[in-house]
């Protein structure tokens, strides 16, 4: 499930934090070679990765401009 609409990329910019990075595309893998898959894209495209669970990271940890990897 891989996701570049505005509105899926602003509902995951935030956290429980202060602070709003909207992703490039928002990826929720279901299973462990999809997840394979997008960090071998990730890699051969230099594009960062950012994996969140449920995004209640109070320091930012769970927003990035790259992919935004959902694994829950």
């Known amino acids: 499930d891989v996701d570049d609409s505005t509105l899926t990329r ?3 910019s ?3 934090s202060l602070y709003r ?10 299973h462990a070679d999809e997840l394979d898959a997008v960090l071998d894209v990730a ?5 960062p990765v950012t ?3 449920a995004g ?3 320091a930012g940890n ?7 990897v959902d694994t829950v």
């Open 21 to 30: 990075v909207v992703p490039q595309v928002v990826v929720r893998p279901r």
């Open 62 to 68: 769970a927003v990035g401009t790259g992919i935004v």
């Open 43 to 47: 890699s051969e495209t230099g594009v």
């Open 10 to 12: 602003a509902l995951y």
């Open 56 to 58: 209640t990271s109070i």
């Open 51 to 53: 994996m969140r669970g």
């Open 14 to 16: 935030s956290d429980a």
